[in-house]
């Protein structure tokens, strides 16, 4: 369980969470929206709190990187190409909302010589824009690789549980490279230049399966959101001494940049 991303390389572990979001999006509305514990460790997101949040049909998240892309995991994907099977909705918390916005993916781009470990990273090009969404920009530097960081999605809710139907939220800790490589957490597992881990060595909150591919983020010197992590691994979910593992966007910024100025925008 604990490396299964890793061991998977990505798509048939996304298969598996997209099997889960289905069974639980197509059986009728139960489910209170809050409880104490539920992204893991969080409390449900406000309609219209992060306009940038974007559910994939798959079963990951992702966030609006422009009104045509969507930064996503690369493990969330299966490779670059043409790609019209993926849907991707916005707009809403809540995934059965009836002003839930969607739209077809008509192009994916997965992080060049991504191989399941690192550079964990891909922009999905929707059939054509949305409008009304505030987009969310990446960090270009790594001025804001520290700090207290937002996670939000619609994964599970404790490990091992079933998809959310109201997007979630909670704020994680910075975790530097060397106390998440150290041999109480991910003993020499973290590629450092290329991953940042966030969460309290205590456990207790953390993303969880069905939020890869989601942003984590923080506020800039302007107090705008700006993105700095990609959901993309970890041991189980909110374990003691194992923080969530993201993508470090910063170190990607140019490269990602540049891959959506080919996709055109
Ligand atoms: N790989 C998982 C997914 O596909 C995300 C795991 C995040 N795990 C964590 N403990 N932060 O949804």
């Excluded at 691994?233 to 990602?256: E, H, L």
């Amino acid at each position: 369980m604990a490396r299964w991303r890793r061991i998977l390389g990505g798509a048939a572990a996304a298969l598996t969470v997209a099997a889960m979001g289905t069974l639980m999006q197509s059986s009728p509305a139960a489910a209170a929206p809050d409880g104490p514990d539920m992204v893991v460790g969080g409390t449900t997101a406000t309609q219209g709190e992060f306009p940038f949040m974007v559910r994939l049909s798959m079963g990951c998240g992702g966030a609006l990187y422009s009104p045509t892309l969507v930064l996503t995991a690369a493990h969330c994907v299966n490779g670059t190409g043409t790609n019209t099977s993926i849907t991707a909705t916005v707009g809403v918390v809540d995934l059965n909302s009836t002003s839930k916005v969607t739209r077809r993916s008509n192009y994916v781009y997965r992080a060049p010589g991504y191989n399941g470990n690192g550079k964990d990273w891909a922009l999905i090009r929707l059939s054509s824009p949305v409008t009304g969404l505030a987009t969310l920009p990446i960090a270009r530097t790594t001025a804001y690789d520290s700090g207290t960081f937002t996670i939000a999605g619609w994964g599970a809710a404790t490990e091992g549980g079933g998809q959310q139907r109201y997007l979630r939220k909670a704020t994680v800790p910075f975790v530097s490279d060397a106390t998440c490589n150290s041999s109480s957490m991910y003993a020499g597992q973290i590629i450092a230049s290329n991953e940042i881990c966030a969460g309290y060595a205590a456990g207790g909150v953390d993303t969880c399966q069905g939020d890869s591919g989601g942003p984590m983020f923080r506020r800039d010197a302007a107090n705008a959101w700006i993105q700095v992590g990609i959901v993309s691994w970890g041991d189980g979910c909110a374990r003691p001494n194992k923080p969530g593992v993201y993508t470090q966007v910063s170190y990607f910024a140019a490269t990602i940049a540049s891959a959506a100025s080919s996709l055109g925008g």
